[in-house]
C-alpha cells in the first residue's frame, strides 16, 4: 500500500492562488509524502510575475478543457525535481452528456490520457455525471466509454471511475460498469467519504473493483480519528478484497492542510497495520 496526498488538500491555498498545481509536488515533498495526485481543475496557468503586469500582460484566459502545453510542461518539471511519483492526474468529465456535450467529452478524455501518459501518471480518474437512476444515463456512459477505453488502454493508462455523487451514488452502478468491460484497464476509484449509507459497507461492495482509493478527512477527535468515518472497518474491508494499490488523501476540513494530511495519514498507517 502507498500513501499519496492529493492535491485537493491544497484546495483553499489553490482557489486563494497561494498556491499552484505545479507546486502541489514540492509541498506534498516538504510535509514527507513521495507520491502525489495531481487535478487538472487546478491547471490554470500562473499569472504574469509583476514586472510583466507592469508591460500590460494579461494572465491567459483558462479553459478547463483545452490544456495549456506550457502549464502542463511547468507541471511535469516540477514534478520530476521534487523527486516525487505521480500515482494519479484527477479529471472532472460526463460520461453520459448526451449531443454535442458527448463530443466534447470524447475529445477532453482523450485529451486527458494523453497528459496523464505525458505526465508519467499510470491512472486516471474519472467522474461519472448524471442523475442517480438515469438509465440512459448509463447506457450513454457505456457507449463513450467503448470509444475511450481503447485509446487509454493503448497508452498505458488505467481509468478509475469515483463515486461521486449523481449517477455513481449507486455502488452498483461502477459495480456494473467495471463487469460489463471486464478490464484491467478500467475499475472504481474508492471515496470513503462519498457514500451516502454506510462507508464501510459501501468499501466492501467497491473494493473487488477498486483500482485507486481516496481517502477524505474532515476532523479528528483526540485520539486522531477521523469524526464521520469509520476508517477501521474500511481499510479493513480493503484489506480483505485484496487491495494494495494507493490511497490518496483528500483533506477537506478547517484547519490547516499540512496538520490535515499528517494526521491522516497516521490514521491510515495505524488502521492499515491492525
Same mark, same amino acid.
Given at each position: 500500500?502507498?500513501?499519496? @496526498?492529493?492535491?485537493?488538500?491544497?484546495?483553499?491555498?489553490? $482557489?486563494? /492562488?497561494?498556491?499552484?498545481?505545479?507546486?502541489? +509536488?514540492?509541498?506534498? $515533498?516538504?510535509?514527507?509524502?513521495?507520491? =502525489?495526485?495531481?487535478?487538472?481543475?487546478?491547471?490554470?496557468?500562473?499569472? +504574469?510575475?509583476?514586472?510583466?503586469?507592469?508591460?500590460? &500582460?494579461?494572465?491567459?484566459?483558462?479553459? +478547463?478543457?483545452?490544456?495549456? %502545453?506550457?502549464?502542463?510542461?511547468?507541471?511535469?518539471?516540477?514534478?520530476?525535481?521534487? /523527486?516525487?511519483?505521480?500515482?494519479?492526474?484527477?479529471?472532472?468529465?460526463?460520461?453520459? *452528456?448526451?449531443?454535442?456535450?458527448?463530443?466534447?467529452?470524447?475529445?477532453?478524455?482523450?485529451?486527458?490520457?494523453?497528459?496523464?501518459?505525458?505526465?508519467? *501518471? +499510470?491512472?486516471?480518474?474519472?467522474?461519472?455525471?448524471?442523475?442517480?437512476?438515469?438509465?440512459?444515463?448509463?447506457? %450513454?456512459?457505456?457507449?463513450?466509454?467503448?470509444?475511450?477505453?481503447?485509446?487509454?488502454?493503448?497508452?498505458? =493508462?488505467?481509468?478509475?471511475?469515483?463515486?461521486?455523487?449523481?449517477?455513481?451514488?449507486?455502488?452498483?452502478?461502477?459495480?456494473?460498469?467495471?463487469?460489463?468491460?471486464?478490464?484491467?484497464?478500467?475499475? =472504481?476509484?474508492?471515496? @470513503?467519504?462519498?457514500?451516502?449509507?454506510?462507508?464501510?459497507?459501501?468499501? %466492501?461492495?467497491?473494493?473487488?473493483?477498486?483500482?485507486?482509493?481516496?481517502?477524505?478527512?474532515? *476532523?479528528?477527535?483526540?485520539?486522531?480519528?477521523?469524526?464521520?468515518?469509520?476508517?477501521?472497518?474500511?481499510?479493513?474491508?480493503?484489506?480483505?478484497?485484496? $487491495?494494495?494499490?494507493?490511497?490518496?488523501?483528500?483533506?477537506?476540513?478547517?484547519?490547516?492542510?499540512?496538520?490535515? =494530511?499528517?494526521?491522516?495519514?497516521?490514521?491510515?498507517? &495505524?488502521?492499515?497495520?491492525?
Amino acid at each position: 500500500m502507498l500513501i499519496a @496526498v492529493s492535491a485537493w488538500s491544497f484546495h483553499a491555498e489553490l $482557489y486563494g /492562488g497561494r498556491l499552484h498545481v505545479s507546486e502541489v +509536488p514540492f509541498r506534498s $515533498y516538504e510535509l514527507g509524502f513521495r507520491a =502525489v495526485e495531481l487535478l487538472d481543475q487546478f491547471l490554470w496557468p500562473a499569472p +504574469p510575475n509583476r514586472l510583466a503586469r507592469w508591460l500590460g &500582460r494579461k494572465a491567459r484566459v483558462f479553459d +478547463p478543457h483545452a490544456y495549456d %502545453r506550457q502549464t502542463l510542461l511547468r507541471v511535469k518539471m516540477n514534478r520530476v525535481r521534487s /523527486g516525487t511519483q505521480l500515482v494519479a492526474w484527477g479529471v472532472e468529465s460526463d460520461l453520459t *452528456a448526451a449531443g454535442a456535450a458527448r463530443d466534447e467529452q470524447r475529445r477532453y478524455l482523450a485529451q486527458a490520457i494523453a497528459a496523464a501518459r505525458w505526465l508519467g *501518471a +499510470p491512472l486516471m480518474r474519472l467522474t461519472l455525471g448524471g442523475e442517480q437512476a438515469d438509465r440512459a444515463g448509463y447506457d %450513454r456512459a457505456v457507449d463513450l466509454l467503448s470509444s475511450v477505453l481503447p485509446v487509454a488502454i493503448a497508452s498505458g =493508462v488505467k481509468l478509475a471511475i469515483e463515486n461521486h455523487g449523481g449517477l455513481s451514488a449507486d455502488p452498483q452502478v461502477l459495480i456494473d460498469l467495471a463487469t460489463h468491460f471486464g478490464s484491467p484497464f478500467l475499475g =472504481v476509484c474508492v471515496d @470513503v467519504g462519498n457514500f451516502a449509507g454506510d462507508a464501510a459497507e459501501g468499501v %466492501r461492495r467497491l473494493a473487488p473493483h477498486a483500482l485507486h482509493v481516496h481517502a477524505k478527512a474532515w *476532523a479528528f477527535d483526540a485520539r486522531c480519528e477521523e469524526t464521520s468515518i469509520d476508517y477501521a472497518a474500511c481499510l479493513a474491508a480493503l484489506r480483505a478484497a485484496g $487491495y494494495d494499490g494507493v490511497i490518496s488523501i483528500e483533506y477537506e476540513g478547517d484547519g490547516e492542510a499540512a496538520a490535515g =494530511v499528517r494526521a491522516a495519514r497516521r490514521l491510515i498507517e &495505524r488502521h492499515w497495520r491492525a
